[in-house]
């Protein structure tokens, strides 16, 4: 039994069919679970990456019948029952193909770099760096202009960032960069006031958080305004440049761009040789099963099922939990000789953050926002992350963030350029072109070494 | 007033002369300080980098006559007071030179990509990243030849590690490999088993920890031996090559080399104009000036200056300390038209970890080794900890990893290669080559982006 992808789908098949009289095999290319609803908190130097993310093989080492694997796969040869990864061909009888989704550009692939999206740790790590990189960029400028009185100097892009879509993860985003713009960074700076700082968000759409209902819709809008974020609704992005965006014929200067506005499900989809949908996703059979092959599973972001009232199943964790116990439970029926069953979806309810102290929240007929719908999100959130101790260490993260303002993970690594930024005037490197980024100490001689 | 660098050296005299009616300005090429005696941690997958680093700004930021810039200094124009940056000359009446220092390799610079050492955050993050993956490369390595009994392949080294220098660094994280190996991963693997690890730890000297006593230096070995480190002092490495290194005419094939075995001082260290030693340390006068420019104050690692016993001030947190409050006095009394003082340095006493329970440490006459070394280590590491935020997350992480034998930030992020590792037959990787690392989702047709 193969499972790929080890995402909340997943594990959780994972675990439920570790119960079951067989051997399971869980292939990712990662070597973590990621908890992709704290993700946006890596990614704005709240948490650290260590502290949404576990080894899957720690997560799973007391099932004793489930190996993991670090492989990537990239094809299928589904009538020998094989998954083809870059290193070899492995079996199976069943086949749970997990693989999630990615944020996608939709012909615009070359707008990545300078509008990274947020999936995966190194795309927070990258945000986070390019968010921080901005405010020390902007404190340079003004130091320089002041020492120097250059005032041929090229004009910098102006102290905005702009986010763009606005789902779940671009309100979240929207809302974090304003708290860290406008508390977290209080009295560090000498000669940029990072209070000032604009953040755009722009949405295609009528409205915020367009899954949710339109009342709710406005209260995070409103809660978005009171954080201190401009809202574009109804606005196109038509270009992205290095350091700008284009909405129509309006070029805004932004240093930072993030990109929240598409996912396409894994490229795995694709290889199952059954129809897809637009974004990718695999159209699965009610049993989520793919036509001809009851043997292969698709479960989470990467499947494409209806629900009742013949809407889509939203790409969301609480969707792949349920199917991975679900699959779970049809393969233990087929072990036994009896009938699957068909998925049906229960809905526990919908929860978006937006920043501090605000929320939005729809529980059934219930609809919360503001304070309360934040103090669920935040239990919910710390109830469902996986491992105790990296529960324990987010919450103090967090009672100390809230208690004062700061942000636990303020570092930028990497490089120190941001698309865009062009550099004035660069007294060291002309005289010294040699003596770039990597500063390797080169001494006279050669000593012996241990 | 300018100080270059944001280590223990700078930030000390930053804090000390931020009493004083002067203006100071901090550069530095990263935006946080580092603490650097806990990088180990990082660099084994015990604490997360926001743990042991805090942006310089924010340790800053309540003493208003400091100013912070993230700029990389290149040369000094002594005679016009003025240091060259990337960006811009800034001008000085005082000048506090605190760049540190670096791994080298003393001429072999063609190794480091092959045994990388430990300086920065990043150093650590690519250290992280070879030893997690070395023991799932293995993990799949056996689950293949099971799988396929292909006795062609290629051999793969086998696990063990090399460290090579037997210093404090050398001697932390050969002790915290053994940890992980011999404890962190139990039950986590199917097809290896990681308390087989081999660690090797070689020293071109006679003993481990040479600036120790002889007797603690035992000590040191016989702890080192019972975590399972096996130690070679007198053995010369006499080439490094992908996946193995050289010792005399010895091959010794390991996935991971790690370097502990050399350090330089900050390349600027010789743009200054005055005398350094073989290692690119600046001769100092007994008031941490330069020769010709009582203005211009060298500090901490950058600095060669003897003690009274004639024996070269060792490169340590200590000793920088206490020059940064030094020149910070000195900088007083000039302002005072007081005399200047010399330079006397108090050795409060050194410590070395090994591994759990295990450390050496010699304060005055007393020598200590073992637990009530160790937990004297703890106790003097969490309270010079910076930022009291940081201080608590580290006592939870480590009495948590103490009483469980986890570690928190086992992540791999980034390529999952290492050098010297040649992949067996890659079934997926030959049958298409563009679906590489980096996966796309392409969609066919595009969407309207919001």
Redesign the interface.
């Known amino acids: 039994m193969l499972i790929i992808g080890a995402g909340f789908g997943g594990l959780t098949a994972a675990r439920r069919i570790a119960r079951l009289p067989v051997q399971v095999t869980v292939l990712d290319?990662?070597?973590?679970h990621t908890f992709q609803p704290l993700l946006y908190q890596v990614a704005t130097a709240g948490l650290?990456?260590?502290?949404i993310?576990?080894?899957i093989?720690?997560i799973l080492?007391?099932y004793s019948n489930i190996?993991?694997?670090?492989?990537?796969?990239?094809?299928f040869k589904l009538h020998n029952k094989q998954v083809?990864?870059?290193?070899?061909?492995?079996?199976y009888d069943f086949l749970i193909v997990a693989s999630g989704?990615?944020h996608?550009?939709?012909?615009?692939?070359e707008w990545e770099p300078f509008a990274p999206g947020l999936k995966m740790?190194?795309d927070a790590?990258e945000i986070r760096r390019r968010v921080?990189?901005a405010f020390?960029?902007a404190?340079?400028h003004k130091?320089?202009r002041q020492?120097?009185d250059r005032s041929s100097d090229p004009d910098q892009p102006p102290l905005q960032f702009v986010v763009?879509?606005?789902g779940p993860t671009g309100v979240e985003l929207a809302g974090t960069l304003a708290e860290i713009a406008h508390h977290a960074l209080n009295?560090?700076?000498?000669?940029i006031d990072p209070r000032k700082t604009r953040i755009l968000l722009?949405?295609?759409?009528p409205r915020v958080l367009p899954s949710y209902s339109e009342r709710l819709s406005r209260k995070a809008e409103a809660q978005l305004r009171r954080l201190g974020v401009e809202v574009r609704t109804s606005?196109?992005?038509s270009r992205i440049e290095p350091g700008a965006v284009w909405v129509g014929d309006e070029r805004i200067a932004a240093p930072v761009v993030l990109w929240a506005?598409?996912v396409?499900?894994?490229?795995l989809g694709q290889k199952l040789g059954v129809p897809v949908d637009?974004?990718?996703r695999v159209l699965v059979q009610p049993d989520l099963s793919i036509a001809g092959h009851p043997e292969v599973l698709v479960i989470g972001d990467l499947a494409a099922l209806n629900d009742e009232a013949g809407r889509l199943l939203p790409g969301v964790a609480q969707v792949a939990i349920q199917q991975g116990n679900f699959v779970g439970e049809n393969i233990a029926r087929d072990l036994n000789n009896q009938p699957r069953r068909n998925f049906h979806y229960h809905d526990k309810g919908n929860l978006a953050t937006i920043g501090r102290n605000a929320a939005v929240a729809q529980i059934g007929k219930l609809e919360l926002s503001g304070y309360f719908a934040w103090l669920a999100w935040l239990f919910i959130h710390i109830l469902f992350l996986i491992g105790f101790?990296?529960r324990?260490?987010v919450m103090?993260?967090w009672a100390?963030s809230y208690l004062?303002y700061?942000r636990?993970?303020?570092?930028?690594?990497?490089s120190?350029e941001l698309p865009g930024w062009t550099?004035?005037?660069?007294?060291?490197?002309e005289?010294?072109p040699e003596?770039d980024r990597a500063?390797?100490?080169?001494?006279?001689?050669?000593?012996?070494?241990?």
């Open positions: 290319r990662r070597n973590h650290s990456p260590g502290e993310a576990t080894p093989r720690s080492k007391d190996e993991v694997l670090l492989e990537e796969v990239v094809d083809i990864t870059k290193q070899q061909a492995l079996d989704a990615m996608a550009y939709f012909g615009h692939e740790i190194e790590l921080l990189l020390e960029l404190e340079r130091n320089e020492n120097t763009i879509g606005a009295h560090e700076f000498r000669h722009i949405e295609g759409g606005h196109m992005v506005a598409g396409a499900a894994s490229p637009r974004a990718g101790r990296n324990l260490m103090i993260q100390w004062t700061e636990g993970a303020r570092l930028i690594t990497g120190d550099e004035s005037q660069q007294p060291g490197s005289r010294q003596a500063v390797e100490p080169s001494i006279p001689g050669s000593r012996s070494h241990s």
